[in-house]
């Protein structure tokens, strides 16, 4: 037998049903925020994502899926492709290709797949999904404005209290722009340099080549080291510090609770300023439901013009599994109203019927005229319907027809022009 590749997942009803309910909700949030929605490919040039994300980071240094295509025209021969690990750069590209900014301010959102080679466990996986928005645009257009920081996390907010989704926690810092990095990284790399051969590989390696990147670090064994090193907010300059000063004091005007974690820097190497992370106590090691901040250069790091810019993605694995806990699947699913049940030579008749009444936005499960009407019971059970209807000779030739409440055993007769208000009420 063949099964899903590892880490992969098919995601099956009635679970579905929590998913749409979800997206539902967030396009919802969404289109009340003015964010409209952006479809880009799912595979794009790997240097998109080497130049984007950073050469340095876990995510482009081992977890890409890349493949060299095999296309027999000049053109493509060789090209380097690669599973999107994430949205932000190919938004961020499409940005620079259409010119997107001649429009002013962007807000844009996208959901779909992101691939990454990690290792399988509850809450992470090789194909899991992202709700992605993004705030670009020239800065001109207020797009570096902290009101657009404080606005995207309030939206935030406000999306998971809608979801019900109760005891997040906003996890806020700023690591600054490239120049105060540039002071933070020699400071980074000093405390290093002595301590670094007690660690892992990898940091000995990101204290060399990137040494912000050894607080990616998850070997425990190496954690006391990171504890002692400096932290980024030592090394804000006044700009930065502004900026965050900004952000954080409409965050308590709107009434977002947020807690300042100066040692968030995020796995990716796009982030200046602002940064931040939701986590949510049930998920377990994999906590963070979302994270995001802002990317100022980006734009021009991939060859396009000053675009300041903010955004997040969801984990929206994650967020459907900490809403599972209190909203079961079945609770979002949409049963049907009406299970229509021909007797013996009377599917047309029913079809007709069933064709009518899905007409009136109604929920119709449509039997078969080989079910005896025992078996017609049984299946208009199985599937939750509401109602049972019988479609006989008699009914079809008085337009009469008898409709019963499988809850209560309550049976009427009902004219087929009364059927549709009937079974709604
Ligand atoms: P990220 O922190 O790499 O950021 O991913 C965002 C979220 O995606 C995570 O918080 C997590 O919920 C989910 N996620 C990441 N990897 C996995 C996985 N293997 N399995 C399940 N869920 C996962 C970004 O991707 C940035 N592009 C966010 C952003 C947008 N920043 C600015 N704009």
Redesign the pocket.
């Known amino acids: 037998m063949i099964k899903a590749v590892r880490g992969t997942r098919d995601l099956l009803p009635p679970e579905t049903a929590l998913w749409n309910f979800v997206e539902a909700a967030v396009r919802d949030v969404f289109r009340a925020y003015n964010f409209q929605e952006i479809r880009t490919p799912i595979f794009e040039a790997t240097e998109l994502f080497a130049r984007g994300v950073g050469e340095e980071t876990d ?1 482009v240094s081992k977890e890409m899926y890349t493949w060299e295509d095999r296309g027999r025209a000049e053109s493509d021969k060789g090209q380097s492709l690669t599973l999107r690990p ?3 750069a190919g938004i961020v590209r499409a940005y620079i290709e259409h010119k997107l900014g001649d429009r002013g301010l962007n807000k844009l959102y996208c959901i779909g797949p992101m691939f ?1 080679r ?1 290792r399988p466990q509850k ?4 194909q ?1 999904y ?1 709700i ?1 928005a ?1 705030i670009i645009g020239p800065a001109s257009a207020g797009s570096e404005s902290p009101a657009r920081d404080a606005e995207i996390l309030e939206m935030l907010a406000t999306l998971l209290d809608r979801l019900g989704i109760k005891d997040w926690n906003l996890e806020l810092n700023s690591v600054g722009t490239p120049n105060d990095r540039t002071a933070f990284n020699e400071a980074l790399r000093k405390a290093l340099d002595p301590v670094k051969e007690k660690m892992c590989g990898d940091c000995q390696r990101r204290a060399v080549t990137n040494p912000l990147r050894v607080f990616d670090c998850k070997v425990p064994e190496d954690q006391p080291i990171i504890e002692t090193l400096p932290r980024i907010t030592q090394f804000l300059g006044e700009d930065s510090r502004k900026h965050f000063d900004a952000v954080q004091e409409i965050l308590r005007a709107v009434g977002v609770e947020f807690h300042i974690n100066d040692r968030l820097v ?3 190497d796009y982030y200046t300023r602002t940064a931040f ?1 939701f986590t949510h106590g049930a998920l377990g090691a994999q906590n ?6 802002r ?1 100022d250069g980006l734009s021009e790091a991939l060859g396009g013009p000053p675009a300041p810019g ?6 929206e ?2 967020l459907v599994m900490s809403l599972a806990e209190k909203t079961p699947a079945e609770s979002v699913l949409r049963k049907p109203d009406v299970y229509v049940a021909p007797m013996a030579g009377m599917n047309a008749a029913a079809a007709r019927l069933a064709r009518e009444l899905r007409r009136h936005e109604l929920v119709v499960e449509l039997g078969d005229d080989a079910f005896r009407l025992k078996k017609s019971f049984e299946a208009a059970t199985k599937v939750g319907a509401k109602y049972i209807l019988i479609v006989g000779e008699n009914e079809v030739t008085a337009d009469v027809f008898s409709l019963k409440n499988l809850a209560t055993g309550e049976q009427v007769s009902v004219p087929r022009g009364e059927l549709a208000a009937k079974i709604r009420a």
């Open positions: 995510i994430e949205a932000t990454r990690e809450g992470r996986y090789r899991f992202q992605d993004e995020r796995g990716l992370e963070a439901i979302l994270g995001g901040g990317y903010i955004g997040f993605a969801i984990g694995d994650r």
